[in-house]
């Protein structure tokens, strides 16, 4: 008969033997199965059994994975120094290339995301790296996922996050950005003062055909500066008598009657 010490022995065993080879994949996870060095197949998520010492499962997650590219020193086309930073989002779409074609894809992808970052500002002009990241973020984007592809990970978006200048760069753009409005303000003072003037030159154009209208014009002025009560308004002689001209002539006109 068994001793009771041989079945406890037995049964630390087996739970020693189940624990090595149980193994759970999780929903956002892929198993990749190794066995005596080779890969005999990618395990689905749920409960998974392999085979001590011999069998290898190595869980690969399929999650996005938000990645900080470091900010690089950039010089732009025209010779601008410039600190870039910016993120980049990437995820796991086949397990197998992910173990198999490369060592550590969290490496590879840092690594290509700052080469190619440097390498596609360095083409741009300042001017159009300040104006265009979108276009500048695509086509980080489609490099990096382009040289990923046989690494099993996709490149889902690069955002520039941080584009620092140079404190003279700075103080320079702010100078021109001054100038600019200073123009656009003389620019539209112009344009009043032609739009005036050409109005002015219909008032005169009316007046010469009618010169009663500059009289009328001089009392609705007096008018008006007789409402504020605080001046003494002075008619000279000559203005009496203008005054009297228009008074005949609204008689002749028949105005008065």
Known sequence: MVSF???IIIGIVVLIILGLSIRIVNQYERGVLFRLGKVVGVRDPGLRLII???DRLVKVSLRIVTMPIPSQN???QDNVSIDVAAVAYFKVTNAYDAVVAIENYNRAVNQIAQTTMRNVIGQFLLDDVLSSTSKINERIKEIIDKHSEPWGVQITAVEIKDIRLPDTMQRAMARQAEAERD???KIIAAEGEFLSAA???EAADVIAAHPVAL????????NEIAS???STIIFPAQFMSTIK??????DSEGMLK
């Open 74 to 76: 950039i010089i732009t």
């Open 245 to 250: 001209d228009i008074k005949k002539y609204m």
């Open 5 to 7: 010490v041989t079945l």
């Open 52 to 54: 001590p010492v011999v």
């Open 228 to 230: 504020e009560k605080n």
């Open 199 to 201: 109005k002015l030159g």
């Open 183 to 185: 123009k656009r303000a």
């Open 215 to 222: 009289q009328l014009r001089n009392l609705q002025v007096l």
